[in-house]
């Protein structure tokens, strides 16, 4: 497609549940990236793709993190026993190219009560 | 590791009026791209800035790079209030190969009539 596609919109987790979250990268880009987002505006890295291989993954807390991203499957963002401080907003981008622009999607509001 | 700092935080301005906000960069990089977020929105790419010296016009926005003094700036001319929104510009370390985002902290843009 035209635009990162991520889903669902908004997701609500108890403290302790599994959470996962999708992303389509734009067609023909082979680059994936996963920011999040918390309340003070402050973004986080935490992984990146080249087609379906992890390129970096320095941002990802390993305990309860882990990605995918799988030939003609969305990518996937999962989170284990969530804790309240996962309460974020969870963006997924798309490049063409290694420095190229990266095209953000709408984002998932992910809440833990 | 690459640290991005931007100020202001927040710029109250009046319709008509200039200004410019500035985002400082601690380690060398060779990339440097300018984002905007509407509230609940997603990042909008608004400018990439490849090498030193490079500037960019886009309406009443225009952003430029110097390298060597790790500084880019945004300069806003003749505010509209279509243009509040929170500003974010962002660095990527010199690799030639995907590489993630180290963000500012956001200026948030009020445009007053």
């Known amino acids: 497609g035209e635009e990162v596609a991520q889903t669902p919109k908004h997701l609500v987790r108890g403290e302790g549940q599994k959470a996962k979250l999708y992303c389509a990268p734009i067609k023909g880009h082979s680059y994936v990236f996963w920011y999040q987002q918390v309340l003070k505006n402050e973004f986080k890295f935490l992984i990146s793709f080249q087609n379906e291989n992890v390129f970096d993954e320095t941002g990802m807390p390993k305990e309860r993190f882990s990605a995918k991203c799988l030939p003609n499957s969305p990518c996937s963002l999962e989170i284990q026993a969530t804790k309240l401080e996962d309460s974020a907003v969870y963006f997924c981008?798309?490049?063409?190219?290694?420095?190229?622009?990266?095209?953000f999607g709408d984002g998932t509001r992910l809440s833990i009560l | 590791e690459l640290k991005v700092e931007q100020n202001p935080l927040f710029l109250s301005m009046q319709e008509g009026k200039n200004y410019t906000i500035y985002c400082n960069y601690s380690t060398t990089s060779d990339r440097l791209y300018w984002y905007r977020q509407d509230p609940g929105k997603s990042l909008e790419s608004l400018f990439v800035?490849?090498?030193?010296?490079a500037v960019k016009q886009e309406g009443r926005l225009m952003a430029s790079l110097d390298t060597k003094a790790r500084l880019s700036t945004l300069h806003i001319t003749a505010a509209v209030h279509d243009l509040s929104a929170t500003y974010f510009c962002?660095?990527?370390?010199?690799?030639?190969?995907?590489?993630?985002?180290?963000f500012g902290t956001g200026t948030r843009l009020q445009v007053t009539l």
């Open positions: 800035l490849l090498s030193n010296g």
């Open positions: 962002a660095g990527g370390p010199n690799t030639g190969t995907a590489s993630k985002l180290t």
């Open positions: 981008a798309s490049s063409q190219s290694p420095q190229g622009p990266q095209h």
